[in-house]
């Protein structure tokens, strides 16, 4: 079985669709919980399964240092190292060299860096990441890119796209065949429209099993990534998923579905779950907030995650702010159910020409502010 | 219902029964996870009810000063608080004020103290810790005492064993009745056989629905707490059950049953769970430890926890030397599995008459160590 993507429906600029793997499908539009190093944070893997999710994201960047690619593929692959068996989609680990890494020296042929762990010296090219990934099993691989930082100037975004759109190259001619793996290229060009067109035309141009939109999320802000999403991607193949990297916070992810995006990663309802911090149908929702002190009610009533089904407010403020394990455990799936039921929303308000008015009552919702304190 | 102790079978001093209660039904010999501050750390409840617990500990000294006795009691109780419907028994706080309270003040009326969490002051007297337990709706309440650490003078022994004595009367006045609900009293008197009979005799003179041999696993090792477990549960009523506070390994454990004792509890599974510290049939098993790195067989092929089915000890490695939550999770899990597994096979062993053939292939299997490394 090949890597397919099948479109079941528009409305507007939005779509809804199946990605077919051979560990099984996609329904898009899709939000791939972040598995690190190998684990979703604070979930066993069956209950990340039991919230929707049908893709994780693991980081090369991680694995490639803790604990090492060609361990995790002596031991069978990510897949059987973290009893995952569906899809996997891995990044190339340049956004994060950049962001975690120490002393990092970026050159034509790749970056040089040390790890943040034990300041152990490694080169990250496209070859070796397209081999990284490999070892890792990745259902889905990425290029190899670079990912500035926002706001930049026009020169050197211009020069690092053109070097990302070398480096997407390499990765084609690195990845080579490999049966029912996916290779994604990756857009950058920043805020600046010419840049994009003129990197959508580079990757077309290579091919690839999907496009990603990259180099949004980085400090530009909501305003100017939606603006970006207003053109960018049109810009690639209709045919084929088109993914926006490290997004985002939930009106985030309604924004850029409905202009046109199929895939979604984004570490925020992991994250946030193990400091306090809730998603919900009315806003985010801060646990360790002392109103929530001697609240009996859930977190939310229409729920079903077992915070909401099982636990008062009061029993999660407790366990947050006693820095009790259970309530990273019980929030981080609160919020990866929250995620999942809300791509759910979409995919269904897309498959049945709704999505203005879903998108209306969301933000109508989300306006409204948490349930009055007692 | 009324609390009900059920003898079904014994094998030497060792017995195997059923304690019944409003709120389920407890297999014993039992081992209790202790659920310290609402939570058994880094478990949902329903799954340590999957291990096979029938009874969960709360500790009364942490859920007085976080969330407070009078916030659970508003919230509906402990049970509806943490989610867990079975019994629950809460210890008096005396031995937690005395081991983590700041600025303790011990007199005939209680132990004054500064907490631990934030220097607020507190009183805990016998009178005030039956009112505790009752806001918190234990099913099996601890009468308040005090617990000196061994080695200790016998003057001092004699006279804190006299004081918790007294304390024991007055918890037993403020108790009062409540229905479904027992009360424990609890033997001291150190190493010293007469001031256990002692003790044993005021206690049953007072009458409880149990007794707990106290006073033991405080620094004294296990030869010594075995010296007094060969004489001390004969001095409490047959027809109760008898708890051993705090213990223990699962050497002790198996001692302690073989000794007469019907009900355990301990923080050792769950805490050398999160720092990486697996209890198996074949001894302890450090999974920090780098020979674990590249081992792709499961903790213990014959154990059925998700830990053991569904990941390698290299992955377990990883996570827990990584600090991740996983990692916790998934050797609390194993730890609890592996104690509860050990008491089903203490009961049947009983009920069969077969515990000394039992004890003696407990004793080879953990002298023989951990499997080979690869």
Known sequence: MTFRFTLHATDGAARSGLIETPR??????????????????????????????????????????????ERVARLGGLHQFMNWDGPILTDSGGFQVMSLAALRHLSEEGVRFSSHIDGSKHLLTPESSMEIQRLLGSDIVMAFDECPALPAERGALEASMRLSMRWAARSRVAFGERAGNALFGIQQGGLERDLREESAQALREIGFDGYAVGGLAVGEGQAAMFGVLDYAPAMLPADKPRYLMGVGKPADIVGAVARGIDMMDCVLPTRSGRTGQAFTRRGPVNLRNARHRDDPRPLDEACACPACKGYSRAYLHHTIRSGEIIGAMLLTWHNLQYYQDLMAGLRAAIAEGRLAAFKAEFDTAQAQGDIEPL
Chains 1, 2 share one sequence.
Do not use: Q
């Open 24 to 69: 099984g499908t996609i329904r898009t539009p899709a939000f791939m919980p972040v598995g690190t190093a190998g684990t979703v944070k604070a979930m066993l893997p069956e209950s990340v399964r039991e919230t929707g999710a049908d893709i994780l994201l693991g980081n090369t960047y991680h694995l490639m240092l803790r604990p090492g690619a």
